[in-house]
């Protein structure tokens, strides 16, 4: 059943848009910029901008999903 190999992955059912509402609540948007340097983070930040980014950069997503997990169940 697919839903038992996912129910220990903590990313599993949580949108991007989830994580970096989560995160930005939880850091804001320059303690974030300083823990990922990206600059959707640090130059006129939001929601929109940094889900257009991390949507079409894998490498910047896998950082954000990194530190969402790291943040709330490392």
């Known amino acids: 059943m ?7 992955n903590p990313l599993h059912g949580v949108t991007l848009e989830m994580i970096l509402t989560r995160l930005h609540a939880h850091y804001g948007w320059q303690e974030m910029a300083r823990l990922i340097r ?9 929601i929109r901008s940094s889900l257009a980014f991390l949507r ?4 910047a997503r896998k950082k954000v999903e990194d530190l969402y997990i790291d ?3 490392g």
């Open 2 to 8: 697919a839903d038992e190999s996912q129910k220990n």
């Open 38 to 46: 990206i600059n959707s983070f640090s130059n006129d930040p939001s």
């Open 56 to 59: 079409r950069t894998p490498w």
């Open 71 to 73: 943040t709330f169940f």
